[in-house]
């Protein structure tokens, strides 16, 4: 099965559909953080390119499924700044995952799970955005889709900037993952265009299939009985998932994984 599976062993693959299972559980009960809770665990033993392929492979079903529950809720005019955005923002971040250095790249990603564990944890008072515009929103896209283009996590910028915007829990999921799986179809295209998406990846895909599947189940299962103020600790809470595993990836004993 190639690189992927000569280079992993029985406990990497063992971890790998159980973190898989883990994201798409908290995917469907929070609506994100499918690429956050993954990460943590998979960059231990793949490559960012690798990483990033499969958070866009498998977070695009389990995204895609969750947005299907929301269709009636999204409502197009509030999405087009985001999309436009992304669309910008997707090549850049792309191309810095083609030509960055793989340990300076996973150093990075590192960086970015830290900050957002520290941020779900604090819960910092930062100034509301509810009379922020398109434009605000387009920027905001822009960033979302250069951090989505270069390591799949393509939901964490919108999910913090909906919370400011002052919308319901119902109004945020229907804008921040439908611009996740827009984000994530956006950034698949420009990877298999540019051939960084090898065969070991469609393997790991196949093999974290079914975790996904049964994660997403159960997390879509227990998002329908959560209330409002159940699905704001949901949310507190789905950025502090692995957070002790995001804090070993800046460890620098953390092994390097050539990129394939």
Known sequence: MGYAMDGLHALDLTLF???TFAAAFVTGLAGFAFGIVAAAVWLHFLSPIQAAALIIALGLIVQGAAVGKLRNAIKLTRLIPFLVGGAIGVPIGGEVLRWTDPASLRMGIGAILVVFSLYSLARPKL????NAGAAADGTIGVVNGIIGGSTGLAGIVAAVWCSLRGWTPAEQRAVFQPVGVATFVMTGLWLGGTGMIGAEIGWLFLIGLPALAAG???GLKLFSKLD????R???????QVGAPLRVAI???RLR?????
């Open 17 to 19: 559909a159980a973190a």
């Open 127 to 130: 100034a509301s955005a509810t």
């Open 216 to 218: 997403t189940w159960a």
């Open 228 to 231: 409002e103020a159940g699905f």
């Open 233 to 239: 600790r949901v949310w507190d809470g789905s950025g």
């Open 250 to 252: 800046m460890n620098r």
């Open 256 to 260: 390097v994984v050539a990129s394939p």
